[in-house]
């Protein structure tokens, strides 16, 4: 294989790459808020072989509860799937993996990638047990009630949405990578101060406090939501661990006028992570 022919093989993957990623991006992000916030019963599968609301726990026959066992073990497998793939392609292992191999330059849109595919296969694949409900309140027939999770949840996403905004979504993506590795510049975060980037070694993405507020203030939190919003409100307490001189420089690098200052730092090369 000639030299321009592995150049054209390189830039193939990568365009492959990015439609991937943008194709299962766009087709995830919609389906997630639906997921998260929709005031309907968790999940797209809303039968059941029997009722169970307003049983107590001991008047279940064994069919309800292995009915009920059952569904929640998928769950709780698909939700492990998922955590194991963010915290295993975001080790340093993995980073060190594809850095061998030459292809560092598309770490983050592979991650995004899978990231979106197991999420996806997690929501498509999700076993509700819709008359398993911890608490509730009926929205259907009090408009106030309605109103309030409605407004509270667009409220979530759209902070959520413009923390994503201020934290650079190209970078985060990984299309300023690839950007960047065809103009011969270097990685981007070569570019940004050495506060920022020890930074978002402890919040690599924007948005905890509003999925927590998302996964926690529901109309009707069914068994199967509650083990979700457990597991996920865990996970991001383990990966997002800020500490007040991280709140304090974010303060002062994304909100201050200030923040230009930050900016004349020397590039490292790309490979430098």
Known sequence: MTATEFKMLVTTGHVTLLLGTSFLLGSCIPQLVMFISSQGLLGSDTQSKQSLRNKYLKDWTDEERRFVLTRLFKDFML???????HSLMAGERWKRFLLRCDIYISER??????????????????????DVILWGMDTENHGLHWLFFCALHTAAWLLLFLQVAVMDPWELIGVEQVYNHYKGKASPLSYVPKQLRIFYQHLRHAGPTSLWVMLWIHPVMTMDRFLLALIFSVFLAMAHQVSLADYKFAQCYFVSEESTTFCAVRPRPYRDY
């Open 79 to 85: 939700v492990v799937l998922f955590v194991l793939q």
């Open 109 to 130: 849109l592979i991650y995004v990638m899978a990231s979106c595919f197991t999420l996806t296969l997690l929501m498509r694949n999700w076993a509700s047990t819709p």
